[in-house]
């Protein structure tokens, strides 16, 4: 499945800026994910980002973010 246009990376981006993108924002996931402890995983809900009338669970929204890595990951291999 391709990436919407608005987030498809442009010629202009450089591959050391891209894991360097990724690492920090993969880092900022993992503390979100700590902070998260504790919280009803099931009955807090947030908007999507592309889609902000759709709102997800947070369970489900780390669920997709995992699996979002995953398919970058698997891209760039």
């Not at 902070?35 to 997709?64: C, Y």
């Not at 699996?67 to 891209?75: D, G, I, P, V």
């Amino acid at each position: 499945m391709k990436a919407p246009r608005d987030f498809r990376p442009t010629m202009e981006t450089y591959p050391a800026e891209v894991v360097d993108y990724y690492l920090r924002s993969h880092r900022a996931l993992a503390a979100l994910s700590r902070d998260a402890d504790g919280l009803p995983l099931g009955k807090v809900r947030f908007p999507t980002p592309e889609v902000r009338f759709i709102r997800i669970h947070l369970a489900d929204g780390f669920a997709l973010l995992a699996m979002h890595a995953e398919r970058h990951l698997n891209q760039a291999y």
